[in-house]
């Protein structure tokens, strides 16, 4: 056992030792802890300025995306290489959205669209001169099946069925007749529900795999509604209420999809990956539902 | 205040030579109480001489709310169980030569316990739990008060005493069974 002095000087000798261990750890601290911190502390800022730069663009974009369909402009910015395009609505049953909105919506479609329809006008003349060119062909049939027949709707009808189902033998199906009845208030409300919450959606969700997600999915729910199969639907005389045409990119951002949803005064048409399908009153209102719930809007 | 809190206070003030007095003090019945823990005088006394380093290298760390006593034991017994946790992780082989460190330990027991009859009853603490052992060396051998007590082994007063209850059934079967008078 160590004397008393000996036991002094091992304290003091320890005491010493911390007091030098002190010193040192405090030189650490200050000589590489605190600006290893300040450093770190610096990359944090600037990240964060980044990351607000970022989300605060993204925003205005989105703002800018929603005001433009608020105010009825070109609500895709032109960069953007997905989601919906063209929305038109006769003005004759829901009155929701004229066809003019349409055309200011997207101008170089509603020009197309006027091109097609003035031929269309023009065929339904049925006027001894034939129209010029290619149509030439189109014309004289349809116009012998004016010729046959007694009503102009009729002459209409084998046109349309020509021109949009591609020739087929098939007796034409005509289910749009019961357009020509006026929809009940409830029925284009919710239509116009879907129509905006389609839209909405799709350009809120441009160019993001989340967004080809998120329709497929939406696709899925609508394919478990058990829809009836269709043939092709023709285009009826008069306007649809609207038509949605849907493109989006898939997850790697190369191949794109094309939904094409119709709507006339009670009927829905749905084309999904190809395959026609037909709603009902009731169906319609659970796509509606689907759209308002399931989606969120 | 006890005399180790004054004489602490004029070595703050700069007088070099109550430090002296603080070891003359409490340096035998520390390292006393220290060896209750490592059972090794040598370890016991590292610890001690730390526990004093404490006093010099954080001086402003007591603040006299208690005895410097308590304090001192209380760095002293925190030391030690940090030891005992560290060498769980290293086996020792102790080296020094057992008789030389029983007889100092009889030296240093009969500094630190002056009655014949408390050194009778120390022998018989030792097959006690420690918490008894402890409880009973701090109340009994170095005559510290319950709450004293409480503070040096982190333990309420109320805990203190049903400690030393405890402690002292098992001291009276012990002290039976080795025919002790009480």
Same mark, same amino acid.
């Given at each position: 056992?160590?004397?008393?002095?000996?036991?002094?000087?091992?304290?003091?000798?320890?005491?010493?030792?911390?007091?030098?261990?002190?010193?040192?750890?405090?030189?650490?601290?200050?000589?590489?802890?605190? /600006?290893?911190?300040?450093?770190?502390?610096?990359?944090?800022?600037?990240?964060?300025?980044?990351?607000?730069?970022?989300?605060?663009?993204?925003?205005?974009?989105?703002?800018?995306?929603?005001?433009?369909?608020?105010?009825?402009?070109?609500?895709?910015?032109?960069?953007?290489?997905?989601?919906?395009?063209?929305?038109?609505?006769?003005?004759?049953?829901?009155?929701?959205?004229?066809?003019?909105?349409?055309?200011?919506?997207?101008?170089?479609?509603?020009?197309?669209?006027?091109?097609?329809?003035?031929?269309?006008?023009?065929?339904?003349?049925?006027?001894?001169?034939?129209?010029?060119?290619?149509?030439?062909?189109?014309?004289?049939?349809?116009?012998?099946?004016?010729?046959?027949?007694?009503?102009?709707?009729?002459?209409?009808?084998?046109?349309?069925?020509?021109?949009?189902?591609?020739?087929?033998?098939?007796?034409?199906?005509?289910?749009?007749?019961?357009?020509?009845?006026?929809?009940?208030?409830?029925?284009?409300?919710?239509?116009?529900?879907?129509?905006?919450?389609?839209?909405?959606?799709?350009?809120?969700?441009?160019?993001?795999?989340?967004?080809?997600?998120?329709?497929?999915?939406?696709?899925?729910?609508?394919?478990?509604?058990?829809?009836? /199969?269709?043939?092709?639907?023709?285009?009826?005389?008069?306007?649809?209420?609207?038509?949605?045409?849907?493109?989006?990119?898939?997850?790697?951002?190369?191949?794109?999809?094309?939904?094409?949803?119709?709507?006339?005064?009670?009927?829905?048409?749905?084309?999904?990956?190809?395959?026609?399908?037909?709603?009902?009153?009731?169906?319609?209102?659970?796509?509606?539902?689907?759209?308002?719930?399931?989606?969120?809007? | 205040?006890?005399?180790?809190?004054?004489?602490?206070?004029?070595?703050?003030?700069?007088?070099?030579?109550?430090?002296?007095?603080?070891?003359?003090?409490?340096?035998?019945?520390?390292?006393? *109480?220290?060896?209750?823990?490592?059972?090794?005088?040598?370890?016991?006394?590292?610890?001690?001489?730390?526990? *004093?380093?404490?006093?010099?290298?954080?001086?402003?760390? *007591?603040?006299?709310?208690?005895?410097?006593?308590?304090?001192?034991?209380?760095?002293?017994?925190?030391?030690?169980?940090? =030891?005992?946790?560290?060498? %769980?992780?290293?086996?020792?082989?102790?080296?020094?030569?057992? %008789?030389?460190?029983?007889?100092?330990?009889?030296?240093?027991?009969?500094?630190?316990?002056?009655?014949?009859?408390?050194?009778?009853?120390?022998? %018989?603490?030792?097959?006690?739990?420690?918490?008894?052992?402890?409880?009973?060396?701090?109340?009994?051998?170095?005559?510290?008060? =319950?709450?004293? %007590?409480?503070?040096?082994?982190?333990?309420?007063?109320?805990?203190?005493?049903?400690?030393?209850?405890?402690?002292?059934?098992?001291?009276?079967?012990?002290?039976?069974?080795?025919? *002790?008078?009480?």
């Amino acid at each position: 056992m160590r004397s008393r002095e000996e036991f002094k000087l091992l304290v003091e000798t320890k005491a010493s030792n911390a007091l030098s261990d002190k010193r040192t750890a405090r030189k650490k601290l200050f000589r590489v802890y605190l /600006p290893l911190a300040a450093c770190f502390c610096l990359c944090l800022t600037v990240a964060a300025a980044f990351a607000a730069r970022h989300f605060m663009d993204r925003d205005q974009v989105e703002e800018s995306v929603e005001n433009k369909w608020e105010t009825g402009g070109e609500y895709l910015p032109e960069s953007s290489q997905t989601d919906a395009v063209y929305s038109a609505e006769s003005t004759t049953a829901t009155g929701v959205v004229s066809k003019d909105e349409a055309e200011e919506l997207n101008p170089a479609q509603s020009d197309a669209e006027t091109t097609d329809e003035g031929f269309l006008e023009e065929t339904f003349e049925c006027s001894e001169e034939a129209p010029e060119a290619d149509f030439s062909e189109v014309w004289e049939s349809s116009c012998e099946a004016c010729v046959s027949s007694d009503s102009t709707t009729d002459v209409s009808e084998d046109f349309t069925q020509d021109t949009q189902v591609g020739g087929s033998d098939e007796a034409p199906t005509y289910p749009f007749e019961q357009s020509q009845a006026e929809p009940s208030v409830e029925e284009d409300v919710a239509v116009t529900t879907l129509a905006k919450g389609l839209l909405k959606h799709l350009s809120k969700n441009n160019s993001t795999a989340l967004d080809a997600k998120r329709t497929a999915k939406a696709v899925e729910k609508l394919k478990e509604l058990s829809l009836t /199969p269709c043939e092709q639907p023709v285009a009826p005389e008069s306007e649809p209420e609207f038509m949605l045409i849907c493109y989006y990119q898939n997850g790697e951002g190369e191949e794109t999809h094309k939904d094409f949803v119709m709507f006339y005064s009670q009927e829905a048409y749905l084309n999904l990956y190809g395959l026609w399908y037909e709603a009902d009153e009731a169906q319609l209102k659970q796509i509606t539902q689907l759209f308002e719930t399931t989606m969120g809007y | 205040m006890d005399n180790g809190a004054s004489s602490y206070r004029r070595f703050l003030n700069g007088d070099k030579n109550a430090f002296d007095e603080i070891l003359d003090l409490y340096r035998e019945s520390l390292i006393f *109480f220290i060896n209750r823990f490592v059972h090794n005088l040598d370890t016991a006394e590292d610890l001690a001489a730390d526990s *004093f380093a404490e006093l010099l290298v954080n001086p402003k760390r *007591f603040n006299f709310s208690c005895s410097l006593k308590t304090y001192l034991f209380t760095i002293g017994r925190s030391r030690a169980i940090d =030891y005992l946790r560290s060498a %769980a992780h290293r086996k020792n082989v102790p080296l020094d030569d057992t %008789a030389a460190q029983k007889a100092d330990l009889e030296s240093l027991e009969e500094a630190v316990i002056k009655s014949d009859r408390k050194r009778r009853l120390n022998k %018989a603490i030792e097959g006690l739990k420690e918490d008894y052992r402890t409880a009973i060396h701090l109340v009994y051998f170095e005559e510290l008060s =319950y709450e004293e %007590a409480g503070k040096v082994m982190k333990k309420s007063k109320k805990q203190v005493e049903n400690l030393l209850y405890r402690a002292k059934k098992a001291l009276r079967t012990e002290l039976e069974k080795e025919g *002790f008078e009480l």
